[in-house]
């Protein structure tokens, strides 16, 4: 099924594409122009991997990387998380100052303390966060993050396509920038660097 691989691809480019696109072209409503701010991000309340309740004022002070995904995700996600990691284990002490942060689209299948552990698998600096479905889906909507179920072979089986972009937030929670993942360690950690 080499085709339908190559499709599936191209499709999830596309819809990266697509929402990066209607991030950029994403201009504030009339009366907003002049504060500049982004309407990528807001409040979120999720849950972290001990159970305690966090919202985006924990991470005031420090700046917020934020990616979204699902801990059964086969590519995207553990190749993201990889980068992410890889990237701040380069930025060395610099990292202190940001916040990374890993948001579970699957609310039914990945409780906290499953996100919590799948995060730090990749880094002990990694943060994974769950919450109840409208949760979840509320923290989604506010970063305009793309997603979607996918049924596969049993109800219990299935996949869920997502957008994959690296959301840098600044330390009172706006948006700052994104990267379009994939991108490289190499990449990601001199931008970072250059944002911090
Ligand atoms: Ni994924």
Not at 9 to 15: N, S
Request: hydrophobic fraction near 45%; proline fraction near 6%; charge should be positive.
């Amino acid at each position: 099924m080499r085709s339908r691989a190559i499709a599936i691809v191209l499709l999830g480019l596309a819809l990266g594409g697509l929402s990066a696109w209607v991030i950029v072209s994403q201009s504030p409503p009339n009366g907003t122009l002049a504060t500049g701010k982004a309407l990528v991000g807001g409040p979120f309340s999720l849950v972290d991997a001990s159970g305690k309740r966090v919202t985006e004022k924990d991470f005031a002070g420090r700046k917020m990387l934020v990616f979204f995904g699902f801990t059964s995700c086969p590519d995207v996600c553990p190749g993201g998380l990889q980068v992410i990691a890889a990237a701040l284990q380069k930025l060395g002490a610099k990292a202190d100052k940001i916040a990374p942060v890993f948001i579970t689209l699957d609310a039914e299948r990945d409780p906290a303390a499953k996100v919590g552990e799948y995060a730090k698998s990749f880094s002990p600096k990694l943060i994974g966060l769950s919450g109840t479905a409208e949760e979840v889906n509320a923290a989604a909507k506010a970063y305009r993050v793309y997603f979607k179920k996918v049924p596969g072979t049993d109800p219990a089986n299935y996949n869920i396509d997502h957008s994959s972009i690296i959301y840098l937030m600044d330390e009172s929670g706006q948006y700052i920038t994104h990267y379009p993942y994939p991108i490289t360690v190499d990449e990601l950690a001199a931008k970072l660097e250059q944002a911090l």
